[in-house]
């Protein structure tokens, strides 16, 4: 199947979640959390799960990029506008995500204007910020000769690219190379505001004592690894549906495999030995949420979500034979990209749902008194539009601006 066939699918797709969205933002905004499913004891759910898995594939694209015009991996040079540019839509969902989880969304805005920086999740907002604005420069930097060279064109694209070029003319060889070289500067900056901004998501987690699944040292690095593995996984499906990554850029997306496939078993790693050490300890609290996990009432959120769809299925994808051909491992990097909502979702619920006192649930007769969470269908329809927004993105991303010619390595501006 050509790129030209994979297209349509990708815009239905995308024009579906956005349509079955509208009925989530709509009672979102009309009846506040009313029809939302979490609790007092499970205050945080889908959404704050979607936040984290999509923090996650902005930091693990970036990083990826970061081979490219940090480090001169040249394997992944043809990825390395497509990552950036997945990084830009993948904060964006990010933080529409917690966006809509808040009480008063209208109030989003003070956390800038009247910070507490003895406060983790006050650093982890202004490194959103930084993070942001350094991504969105290293991209128009890498964009900027291309958009004053397609300036010329006629319609609609030239009249984008002339605002989008912010009143650069300079198109010379010499103005590109110097582009590049502040591209480099401002990538390396990048690198540890990255790092900062999502390891310090999981150090948001691992800082609070009252919950023994979450106060972990390892959640930092944790954060980190599946980051990386799922923007990983995000980049070789991306890469298929714009450009062309089961035949023109198929070397690249086997590359991509190879990596994504390392990194998946160092995150599973690491994972398990979280739980090991948790159950060698035999410390009732310490064990609790690690037994939902495993055999509790979501126990298929791990055994098929995260386990058999995000592990198993992969890792015998990118290891037979079947791992040289780019289909394949694209497929293998959306079942990985499947798994990890499942991650995200076995951090944030068992978490919660461990009792700080024991028998408050069953205290209290009421639903919003529970530690049981299940999302509603407003949650679901709400994630989905989220989710149709951001593939959306991509494909006006992907017809409107210059791409990366991977056969030649230039640039091609459209026509």
């Given at each position: ?137 290293e991209l128009w930097l890498l964009l900027r000769h291309d958009l004053v060279v397609g300036a010329d064109a006629p319609g609609f694209r030239g ?15 010499a103005s590109a190379a110097r582009d590049m070289r502040i591209v480099r500067v401002v990538g390396t ?227």
């Amino acid at each position: 199947m050509s790129e030209r066939a994979l297209k349509p699918t990708f815009w239905v797709t995308g024009a579906l979640f956005l349509f079955l969205g509208i009925f989530g933002w709509y009672d979102r905004l009309a009846n506040g959390h009313q029809n939302v499913n979490y609790t007092t004891l499970v205050p945080w759910g889908l959404w704050i799960a979607g936040y984290i898995y999509f923090i996650g594939l902005s930091a693990g694209s970036f990083l990826i990029s970061s081979l490219v015009y940090v480090f001169h991996v040249r394997r992944f040079e043809s990825i390395g506008r497509l990552a950036l540019f997945s990084a830009v839509v993948t904060l964006l969902l990010a933080l529409l995500m917690v966006w809509a989880d808040l009480g008063h969304m209208e109030r989003a805005w003070e956390v800038l204007a009247y910070p507490n920086f003895r406060s983790p999740m006050a650093w982890m907002i202004w490194l959103y910020l930084a993070y942001f604005v350094l991504i969105l420069v290293e991209l128009w930097l890498l964009l900027r000769h291309d958009l004053v060279v397609g300036a010329d064109a006629p319609g609609f694209r030239g009249r984008l690219y002339r605002i989008l070029s912010f009143g650069s003319h300079d198109r010379s060889e010499a103005s590109a190379a110097r582009d590049m070289r502040i591209v480099r500067v401002v990538g390396t900056i990048g690198i540890p505001v990255a790092i900062m901004f999502h390891g310090g998501v999981g150090a948001l987690f691992g800082v609070v004592a009252a919950r023994p699944l979450w106060h972990s040292g390892n959640f930092p690095i944790l954060f980190l690894l599946s980051a990386l593995t799922s923007g990983g996984a995000l980049l070789t499906l991306i890469s298929a549906f714009f450009q062309d990554g089961w035949h023109r850029n198929r070397e690249t997306v086997l590359a991509l495999g190879r990596l994504v496939l390392g990194l998946l078993l160092l995150d599973l790693l690491f994972q398990f030995s979280e739980m090991l050490v948790a159950f060698y300890g035999a410390v009732p609290d310490a064990i609790w949420g690690f037994q939902q996990i495993l055999a509790g009432p979501y126990w298929y959120v791990f055994w098929i979500g995260q386990i058999l769809i995000g592990s198993l299925a992969p890792i015998v994808l990118l290891s037979l034979p079947i791992r040289r051909d780019a289909r394949w491992v694209s497929f293998a990097g959306l079942l990985i990209m499947l798994g990890f909502l499942s991650v995200r979702l076995n951090i944030v619920v068992p978490g919660l749902a461990q009792e700080e006192v024991r028998g408050l649930a069953s205290a209290i007769a009421s639903a919003r008194v529970s530690n049981t969470y299940l999302p509603s269908a407003t949650e679901w329809l709400l994630a989905l539009g989220i989710a149709g927004f951001g593939l959306l993105l991509f494909g006006v991303g992907e017809l409107l601006l210059p791409r990366e010619n991977a056969a030649e390595g230039v640039a091609d501006v459209h026509a």
